[in-house]
Nanobody, 116 residues
């Protein structure tokens, strides 16, 4: 199983980035997919999640700014991040969770830095 994130980088406050996570080795369509982030000195936290049904969940601080989506044909999940703030700076990780939570897999992370 492999999850590969991409799309991170340096962006100014108010800017946008789109993260991608490509999965292999799993039946992607039945997995729920999540984006997490971890800033230095902080615990890893859930940012957004999309279930196999397509329903979504967002952490309060990103509601209205971030959008999670998935493309089952491409085995990929995306995080569109708009109106970025310095406090969004973190390493962003992709996580795949099997039905009933039996198995979980993590990507290696991609750095997002929001700074002027």
């Amino acid at each position: 199983v492999q999850l590969v994130e991409s799309g991170g980088g340096l962006v100014q406050p108010g800017g946008s980035l789109r993260l991608s996570c490509a999965a292999s080795g799993i039946t992607f369509s039945i997995y729920s997919m999540g984006w997490y982030r971890q800033a230095p000195g902080n615990q890893r936290e859930l940012v957004a999640r999309i279930f196999s049904s397509g329903s979504t969940y967002y952490e309060d601080s990103v509601k209205g700014r971030f959008t999670i989506s998935r493309d089952n044909a491409k085995n990929s999940v995306y995080l569109q991040m708009n109106s970025l703030r310095p406090e969004d700076t973190a390493v962003y990780y992709c996580k795949a969770t099997s039905p009933y939570g039996t198995n979980t897999y993590w990507g290696q992370g991609t750095q997002v830095t929001v700074s002027s």
